[in-house]
């Protein structure tokens, strides 16, 4: 949902419930504990049959909700379970009464993993909304090339024709909630705007939940042609004006919403930007990795210098800069090279005692090579949204937090307000105090989201809808 954090390891979470009698139920854990301290959240049920076990996994972080395990097998006193992807990975474990702890292998590299039984009750989110809703919701599936997309259109009551949004999400794969931390916030929008009278899509994105491909793999017309596709639908909807089908994208997905609405058959009504970064890829990058740097410093030592935070940051940079070059060539070999020494750099230098074994820092290593070479992070890297934005001529809203450190505001708003300068309806805000999900936050920083209730901040989700109202009453 963000412009992308240099890769790290897959990141998985998993969330829990109430005790259940073992091995059944829902447990809560960590992958790498110690090392990365990636949550995961896992479900074990009786099979069909009543005679085996099935069980699904969550993983938030990449938009994977109640994804199929397989081989999920007990034996005794261990349990084994899979995942049905490239790379096998596979989870093979001890149950000691609610705990389970054992080895996470994928590709041949492993990584150790616990989980716990009803370490802690789920988090009901207060901006969530629960059925039963007051509109109707239609799964969704539509072609975009040779992938199948899956969404959810959420419709007002009535026959009348409506004005739709198309939701559009930020980087890297995600599900149609965009959720993260406990947090769901395009359900949250889409709740929004529909009880306000407008009719919302928001979709799985490629290779996540229903909708096939790889978002990894996909390239930006890859994704402008997923947009394209989704407006199209709207457009021939039966209770969806044609007329009145615009875009609303979060972070990443600000970069696409203004290319697809002027690329779209018919064009779109209107666009909205929330935390649209207005400068290129790589400069973003820059600015995100400062902020990320400084305050992952502070907040594990608040009396770490000035100069050590520069020194940090003058490193960062340093290698950023040499990595760009190598990727704007498709020099692979180079880029893989250059992370490689960069992380053996970084591993050695840590205290013994906090070093990851081989096989997990190789694991590491590697991840953060093949994330660093793919196609979605190199696009966006080249990226620079501003000939799209100064083309723009519909109404266009864009909004950022002022307390964002993954797209900052002080980067982004100027830019964005120069852009924007010759459209006839051009709205730019930066709300103070918001994070990049628009929550009310402390510092800003990720660790930070799953920590705060609200999902977005209620002063947004009226300005966005106070500003479609004006433009596009939707009753």
Not at 336 to 346: F, Q, S
Request: hydrophobic fraction near 45%; glycine fraction near 10%; charged fraction near 20%.
């Amino acid at each position: 949902m963000t412009p992308r954090l240099i890769p790290l390891l897959i990141a998985l979470l998993f969330a829990a419930a109430a005790a259940q009698p073992d091995p059944l139920g829902d447990w809560r854990g960590a992958l790498g504990p110690g090392v990365i301290d990636l949550e995961i959240r896992v479900t074990i049920a009786a099979d069909d049959t009543g005679a085996g076990l099935a069980g699904t996994i969550d993983i938030p972080a990449q938009g994977l909700v109640a994804f199929p395990l397989a081989d999920v097998v007990l034996d005794g006193d261990r349990i084994a379970f899979a995942m049905p992807v490239p790379g096998d990975p596979a989870f093979a474990g001890v149950i000691d009464g609610d705990r389970i702890e054992g080895t996470f292998t994928q590709s041949g590299q492993p990584l150790p993993f616990f989980l716990e039984r009803g370490a802690e009750a789920a988090v009901l989110r207060p901006q969530e909304p629960l059925p039963p809703f007051p509109y109707d919701e239609q799964e969704v599936t539509y072609a975009s090339g040779d992938v199948t997309l899956a969404g959810t259109l959420t419709l007002p009551p009535g026959d009348a024709r409506v004005p739709a949004v198309l939701l559009i999400t930020g980087s890297g794969p995600q599900d149609r909630n965009v959720e993260i931390l406990g947090h769901k916030p395009f359900l949250v929008i889409a709740d929004h705007l529909t009880r306000a009278g407008y009719a919302v899509l928001r979709v799985d994105d490629r290779g996540v939940g229903s909708s096939t491909g790889s978002d990894t793999l996909a390239t930006y017309d890859d994704l402008l042609g997923d947009v394209l596709a989704g407006v199209a639908l709207l457009r021939d909807h039966p209770r969806v004006d044609p007329e009145g089908v615009g875009l609303l994208g979060h972070s990443q997905g600000g970069y696409l919403a203004p290319a697809a609405a002027l690329a779209a058959d018919g064009g779109v009504a209107f666009v909205i930007l929330m935390a649209g970064p207005a400068v290129d890829g790589f400069a973003a990058l820059l600015a995100q990795s400062e902020r990320v740097f400084e305050l992952a410093m502070r907040a594990a030592d608040p009396t770490v210098s000035d100069e050590d935070v520069a020194a940090v940051i003058a490193s960062q940079v340093a290698f950023l800069e040499a990595l760009f070059p190598l990727l704007q060539a498709e020099d692979f070999d180079g880029a893989r090279a250059l992370v490689r020494e960069r992380a053996e750099t970084e591993l050695a230098a840590l205290p013994a005692e906090q070093r990851p074994d081989d096989a997990t820092a190789e694991a590491m290593i590697e991840a953060n090579q093949e994330g660093i070479v793919s196609p979605a992070f190199r696009v966006f890297l080249a990226f620079d949204p501003q000939p799209n934005l100064r083309q723009l001529t519909v109404p266009t809203l864009a909004f950022f937090g002022g307390l964002d450190v993954q797209v900052p505001a002080e980067q982004s708003e100027g830019p964005m307000r120069e852009a924007l300068a010759a459209n006839p309806d051009a709205t730019v805000i930066t709300f103070p105090g918001l994070n990049h999900v628009m929550q009310p936050a402390i510092t800003g920083n990720v660790d930070e989201y799953g920590a705060i209730d609200v999902t977005i901040d209620p002063v947004v989700l009226e300005t966005v809808t106070t500003w479609l109202q004006e433009r596009f009453p939707a009753r």
